[in-house]
């Protein structure tokens, strides 16, 4: 890749569509996913849709050079504002709840993303690092540098290693109030 040449941004298309027989189905724009069958189970759709739109951000890593993906889709994400695409790349979810049928993840530019109603960012471009010469970093580059362990890679806006809990969370008991006769 050339030095300072852009990427374009890459876009994901998770859409939950209903038939005129009452059922529903799943699409994802990448062609390489597999979605289940028709059914008339609209909820368990929609929890799939959300799920595999989830999957796509957590196996999705921000890349530093791409493009905004608002940008090649001429600003159609937020149609009433024009901006001037800045910023570093971001992971951004774009779903209204209202809707509910359809789940986008983009990469998207810092000054686009406050702009697109029902948003939340996921994931931030790491800052790409240039490689160093021995001339620009003098003595110190003779010193070995001590390993340090490598963070595990996660989706922002999902959860962290150092969040994860140490043991299996239990449920709690039942609070007060009438039992249901099961």
Known sequence: MIPGSRVPGRTWTVRLTGHGDHTVSVTCSTEACRMPPRSKD?????????????????????RPHA?????????GFHEDTRA???GAPL?????????????TLAEICQACAPLISHTAVLGRAERPTAPRTAEASGPA??????PVPARA?????????????????????????PRRAR
């Open 42 to 62: 609209t909820a368990a759709m929609r929890r799939f849709a959300a799920e595999h739109a989830r999957a796509h951000a957590r196996l999705a890593t921000v």
């Open 67 to 75: 493009a905004c993906a608002c940008r090649a889709a001429e600003c």
């Open 84 to 86: 001037s695409c800045t």
């Open 91 to 103: 992971l951004v979810l774009i779903h209204n709840p209202a809707i509910g049928q359809v789940w």
């Open 141 to 146: 580059s003779q010193v070995p540098a001590s």
């Open 153 to 177: 890679a996660v989706a922002g806006g999902f959860s962290s290693p150092e969040a994860a809990p140490e043991a299996v969370s239990r449920r709690r008991p039942h609070r007060g109030g």
